[in-house]
């Protein structure tokens, strides 16, 4: 199951929907161990990118947003609600930035902590970065946010 979960998403984590399906049926038909996947009510079928594997069970576990609360004051703008898409790229940021900083002492070989989000305008990119930073510990992390866009170039910046 890791073995599948592993090569799912280093091979076809970037595809987009109708092909992730494919990839999907692509691995049923070679008859590896998948999740049990369901028809969502909105006639989307659930593939593998669906979900994890539990740390603690070693079973498959759907992605799931944790539970939102709405601050007291809502300011429309800054509302960021946790979906199973922000939830995943979360997890994968995580891991990555609790990476050991070397990799290997006696080479001398750094670990690469760096983390690209791609994807077309408006699809939630600067959200989950800015869910991932607002779980920093204030005292021990600091964050500054820069804006770029398609206008930005290296000498505005």
């Known amino acids: 199951m890791l073995y599948v979960y592993c090569l799912s998403w280093a091979i076809a984590g970037l595809f987009e929907t109708e092909d992730r399906e494919k990839f999907h049926k692509y691995l049923e038909s070679r008859h590896a161990p998948l999740p049990p996947c369901k028809s969502s009510s909105g006639g989307e079928k659930e593939t593998v990118f669906d979900y994890f594997i539990d740390e603690n069970s070693k079973a498959w576990k759907i992605w799931e947003a944790e539970v939102w609360n709405a601050p007291k004051r809502i300011q429309f703008s800054q509302l960021l609600i946790p979906t199973s ?20 002492d006696r080479r001398k070989e750094p670990g690469h ?39 930005t170039t290296p000498f505005n910046f």
């Open 113 to 151: 902590l760096n983390t690209l989000l791609v994807g077309g305008p408006g699809t939630a990119k600067t959200s989950i970065v800015m869910m991932y930073t607002s779980k920093f510990d204030n005292e021990v992390m600091m964050f500054k946010r820069i804006n770029f866009s398609s206008a």
């Open 85 to 104: 898409d922000s939830t995943r790229a979360e997890y994968i940021i995580d891991k990555i930035a609790k990476l050991p900083l070397m990799r290997h």
